[in-house]
T-cell receptor, first 114, second 115 residues
Framework: DSGVTQTPKHLITATGQRVTLRCSPR?????VYWYQQSLDQGLQFLIQ???????AKGNILERFSAQQFPDLHSELNLSSLELGDSALYFC?????????????FGPGTRLTVT | GDSVTQMEGPVTLSEEAFLTINCTYT??????LFWYVQYPGEGLQLLLK?????DKGSNKGFEATYRKETTSFHLEKGSVQVSDSAVYFC??????????????FGKGTHLIIQP
């Protein structure tokens, strides 16, 4: 158990819909990351937050957005969903910013768009 | 941009065999390097890391050495067990080069250990 929690575990929705994925980082970790894992693209970094502020963007689509709240939990919002958005979405956290800090991953949310 | 290349497999070995999974990278700065493991139906677990050239990361019998001259970070284990069957990901973080802290992953190597 990494200490990172994600809800829900599974989500099934239809094209065009909007969903919200939730992540609680490890106690004491200030930085949160979102990743997408799909068969086509592999594991891709989407976005990073640090202490409530957006720090860096990766390959995140404009239809996707995220935020980190004062209690440090984070939400990833996916809108106008397409079949190709079906994937595993992972949240990770680290104690601070900087690439040498270990990132701890949650169990993931499996999104299926039908 | 940054990239990581690793053999995709599947790699099938017998129990107690020697394991090598190759990983090479390209990066603009001085990246930190990681190996993560993903067991079926689970998230990624950090296996080991190295943050500068010639560092050796090790954990649970696995080792990898950061080789700047060959831009490599090969994963090795002397004697594998059935319980090592999983998907292994090589990754880098290149925030020292002005990039994000987000990890760049290889495509993963599926390892199957037969009794």
């Amino acid at each position: 158990d990494s200490g990172v929690t994600q809800t829900p575990k599974h989500l099934i929705t239809a094209t065009g819909q909007r969903v919200t994925l939730r992540c609680s980082p490890r106690s004491g970790d200030l930085s949160v990351y979102w990743y997408q894992q799909s068969l086509d693209q592999g594991l891709q970094f989407l976005i990073q937050y640090y202490n409530g502020e957006e720090r860096a963007k990766g390959n995140i689509l404009e239809r996707f957005s995220a935020q980190q709240f004062p209690d440090l939990h984070s939400e990833l919002n996916l809108s106008s969903l397409e079949l190709g958005d079906s994937a595993l979405y992972f949240c990770a956290s680290s104690v601070d910013v900087g690439g040498n800090y270990e990132q701890y991953f949650g169990p993931g949310t499996r999104l299926t768009v039908t | 941009g940054d990239s990581v290349t690793q053999m995709e497999g599947p790699v099938t070995l017998s129990e107690e065999a020697f394991l090598t999974i190759n990983c090479t990278y390209t990066a603009t700065g001085y990246p930190s390097l990681f190996w993560y493991v993903q067991y079926p139906g689970e998230g990624l677990q950090l296996l080991l890391k190295a943050t500068k050239a010639d560092d050796k990361g090790s954990n649970k019998g696995f080792e990898a050495t950061y080789r700047k001259e060959t831009t490599s970070f090969h994963l090795e284990k002397g004697s594998v067990q059935v319980s090592d069957s999983a998907v292994y990901f090589c990754a880098l973080s290149d925030s020292s080069g002005g990039g994000a802290d987000g990890l760049t992953f290889g495509k993963g190597t599926h390892l199957i250990i037969q009794p």
